[in-house]
């Protein structure tokens, strides 16, 4: 025997006297499955029998010993090809052959010689076809078991149903059924008289809790009478037997059910006597069922032993002294014998009520409801759908959103309460394209915006967001439009209708915007900050990068002096007059951003000479405030090829006002190449740039050649 | 000698089996194992001490054989016998062993062959 592997291969066996044909069937087939050979239908046999746990058996028909129909019929003898499929392998072809495989049990018949697909092929069909029915087989236990939870769920109902119309404590149908078991697994012992099997035992013992059900059809008023029957109303009592017998009787469909059956015998016959003086038949010793017999005990126990209106209980000692000196009812004396034996474990089962409270607490308030409920069940539906929609509008005043339906078919616009009034209009709009309010409210336009998303929403992106500005109620203020389509099952499916919501979120956008120029702007100034800069210029650069662009950066010549002299409010004084300065000088389109505490970039696009347009920037900047002779010194870099990175212009303007400041300030120097190398040790670098003094009197033509000096 | 030269020589349908077999591997191993069943000589001797039910199932198993193998001839050979035993027609069963007992031996020879000619 192979030894179990993961994952465990389906086992094959096969049998065929000719060794060459098995080696042929094994070779095809061992790859997949673990393969067994068998040499004649005795060793086949044999191996069967040891379970090897095989999942088909490949059978020859013409062997010595047992030949391939003897191995079948005995399988079919023990059951065996119930579980397991055997497909003949044979030469055989004569129909008579075949025909009498396949009555034997065979699942297929593969006719030699074969085809090594095909046998493969009919080989796994085989096996995963037994698979699927050993599976289904187990679905249906499954099911079978649930049934009888179920039905003993029902039973319960139904027996509380009639306990409390009953005003009893609730107790004495499980007390009856407590009683029934334990007396009826006794009895089996005692006796072979009554072979009952653990399921009928079980059947009757959920049975018992029917008997009293043909109660539901007497009169309250005899029913729960507090003081003794009178003979009228005694008779009218005693119909309940018969009456829960016919009930169950009527029941056509499930009147063959082991259950209803059983409960047909306790209901009819649990008031006979053993001596035939009950009723409603007068039966007379074994011909009452043995289950009505045992119940009709099981309920006189318990009725001594419980209180009723017209009696206090009786001890369980009393009452079962009672029950076999034949005070209260005759039985069955091998029934007496049982409650004898099993007293001790009955009162003390009785005493701690075994289990299930609170399935019984479940069963009793479900037969509550039943029993009090005025309302239909569709009385109840509505009240749910009353109050699902009480929630809904609760939930949609709250939000203070405007929600929407559009119903495709009807051409009906549906608002909520809140959005309704909100807009000024009815709930329900027929022909809301053309409402006029809508309309005025929305905007004329705000249907084809309805229309727009129908053309590109689809089943698998049912959802759209959007934010807009929507002037609702005479007010421009920022909404989220959100709608999600709804589609029918048809194929292909269509829009049935829209849902979705209008929502303010006018201050939260404001909020954000807001947040978002502070985070770009440097709040002294009002002019961009380095990272507002940085990503402006980016922008800039990717957008229009066949542009000419050009960087100035420059710093104010002895910034910490004028802090020192004049204090931090005259320092923000001139920040501020060097951005205004620079504001007057350059155009809207270009940018203008404070760096660093006195630090400044300005980055122009330009297509004619730049120099006149440095020096004008400048001059323009340079100039006194106050008493503070305010100079700069700058550095300009032009962009030289195209792609070229805000960093990498950012880096070459900085080292050319690196360069100015080293000249001596008051400055501005152009970048070229050569300074790369005396970036480093700024002092040494000279002569690219022009000191203000110099400048202040040059014209036009000079200036272009102060680049070149 | 090829597989296909063998087939031909011994009058089976190699065509046929690799069609069936789909591994040259496989039918070369199974032609190469032929000879060495026990069927044929128990097919002999079964007749000779008039064991005519064991004579049946040998003819059976090498009609068997001879069909999952495409070799034509046999098959066709071993089936008729097969079929003359299994009606219990002893006569006729002698009649037809010498065309079996030709075509197993030009089999095996044309096997033999094969098997020589294969490169050790």
């Not at chain 1, 004649?40 to 044999?46: F, L, M, Q, R, S």
């Not at chain 1, 012992?189 to 072979?195: E, F, G, L, M, W």
Request: some cysteine; glycine content about 6%.
């Amino acid at each position: 025997m192979a030894e179990s592997r993961h994952p465990r291969k389906e086992r094959i066996l096969i049998v065929d006297d000719s060794e060459m044909n098995r080696s042929i069937l094994a070779d095809m087939l061992a790859d997949e499955f673990d393969v067994e050979e068998a040499e004649d239908g005795e060793v086949a046999i044999k191996l069967l029998k040891e379970g090897g746990d095989y999942s088909l058996v490949l059978l020859d028909i013409v062997m010595p010993k047992m030949n391939g129909f003897d191995v079948l019929t005995e399988m079919s003898r023990t059951r065996m090809i119930e579980d397991l499929p055997v497909i003949m392998v044979s030469a055989e072809t004569a129909s008579d052959q075949i025909e009498r495989a396949y009555s034997l049990g065979a699942t297929d018949f593969i006719m030699r010689p074969f085809d090594a697909s095909i046998v493969h092929r009919r080989v796994v069909n085989t096996i995963l076809l037994y698979a699927k029915q050993k599976k289904l087989l187990g679905i249906i236990e499954e099911q079978l078991k649930e049934k009888e939870q179920s039905s003993s769920l029902m039973v319960d109902i139904l027996s509380h149903i009639v306990e409390f119309r009953n005003g009893e404590s609730g107790l004495h149908i499980r007390h009856v059924r407590t009683i029934t078991e334990f007396l009826l697994k006794k009895l089996v012992k005692k006796t072979t008289k009554y072979p009952l099997t653990e399921a009928e035992i079980s059947t009757i013992s959920m049975a018992s809790a029917l008997h009293d059900i043909g109660k539901i059809a007497i009169d309250d008023k005899i029913l729960n009478k507090p003081g003794k029957l009178t003979d009228e109303e005694f008779a009218v009592m005693k119909t309940h037997s018969l009456i829960g017998a016919q009930m169950l009787e009527a029941l056509s469909n499930h009147r063959e059910d082991p259950l209803v059956r059983c409960a047909y015998e306790i209901c009819r016959w649990h008031h006979e006597r053993y001596d035939g003086r009950g009723y409603p038949d007068g039966l007379k010793g074994d011909a009452i069922p043995i289950s009505a017999q045992i119940v009709a005990l099981a309920d006189v126990y318990d009725a001594l032993t419980s209180e009723r209106v017209y009696k206090p209980p009786f001890s369980p000692e009393q009452a079962k002294e009672m029950i076999l000196t034949g005070k209260c009812g005759v039985f069955n004396p091998i029934l007496l014998e049982c409650l004898k034996d099993e007293f001790t474990d009955i009162r003390d089962a009785l005493m701690t009520d075994p289990g299930e409270r609170s399935s019984r607490r479940e069963v009793r308030s479900f037969a509550d409801a039943v029993l009090h409920s005025k309302s239909t069940v569709s009385d109840r539906t509505l009240k749910l759908l009353d109050y699902e929609r009480m929630k809904f509008n609760f939930y949609a005043e709250l939000t203070e959103e405007i929600q929407f339906e559009y119903i495709v078919g009807e051409d009906l616009l549906k608002l909520s309460p809140w959005g309704a009034k909100k807009l000024g209009v009815n709930q329900e709009i027929v022909d809301p394209a053309h409402n006029a309010k809508l309309c005025e409210q929305l905007g004329a336009n705000w249907f084809r915006g309805l229309n727009g998303f129908f053309a590109q929403t689809s089943a698998e992106h049912p959802e759209f967001r959007h934010e807009c500005i929507l002037r609702i109620g005479g007010e421009e203020r920022w909404y989220s439009v959100i709608m999600h389509s709804i589609w029918t099952d048809d194929e292909p499916p269509r829009i049935g209708s829209v849902i979705g919501k209008l929502v303010d979120i006018h201050d939260v956008h404001t909020r954000i915007t807001e947040l978002r120029e502070s985070s770009i702007r440097d709040p002294l100034t009002g002019l961009l900050n380095r990272s507002g800069a940085s990503e402006e210029i980016a922008k800039k650069l990717s957008n229009f990068p066949a542009k000419q662009y050009a960087f100035a950066v420059f710093d104010i010549d002895n910034f910490k002096n004028a802090n020192d002299i004049y204090g931090h409010l005259f320092g923000d004084r001139v920040l501020c007059e060097v951005s205004e300065r620079i504001l007057h000088n350059t155009r809207a389109g270009d940018v203008c951003a404070r760096i660093g505490g006195d630090e400044f970039l300005v980055v122009f696009e330009y297509n004619v000479d730049i120099h006149p347009i440095i020096a004008r920037i400048f001059r323009s900047v340079c100039g006194k405030v106050d008493d503070f002779d305010l100079t700069v010194s700058m550095g300009i870099a032009e962009m030289t090829e195209k792609g070229q990175s805000y960093n990498d212009i950012f880096r070459k303007a900085d080292i050319a006002l690196y360069v100015s400041k080293n000249a001596g300030r008051a400055s501005y120097h152009f970048y070229d190449e050569s300074m790369e190398e005396t970036a480093v040790r700024p002092a040494e670098s000279a002569g690219h740039g022009r000191m203000l003094s110099e400048i202040e009197d040059l014209d036009e033509n000079e200036r272009k050649g102060a680049k070149k000096e | 000698m090829t597989i296909q030269e063998c087939y031909a020589a011994l009058g089976g349908d190699y065509e046929d089996v690799i069609g069936r077999l789909r591994s040259e591997r496989l039918v070369q191993k199974f032609v190469l194992k032929f000879p060495d069943d026990g069927s044929y000589r128990l097919l002999l001797s079964s007749l000779e001490e008039g064991n005519d039910a064991e004579a049946f199932r040998a003819a059976h198993t090498i009609k068997g054989m001879c069909q999952n193998l495409s070799f034509t001839r046999l098959a066709n050979s071993s089936s008729e016998l097969t079929e003359a035993l299994r009606r219990g027609d002893r006569e006729a069963a002698l009649a037809l062993l010498p065309q079996v007992k030709e075509d197993y031996e030009r089999t095996t020879a044309a096997i033999a062959g094969f098997k020589a000619a294969i490169p050790l």
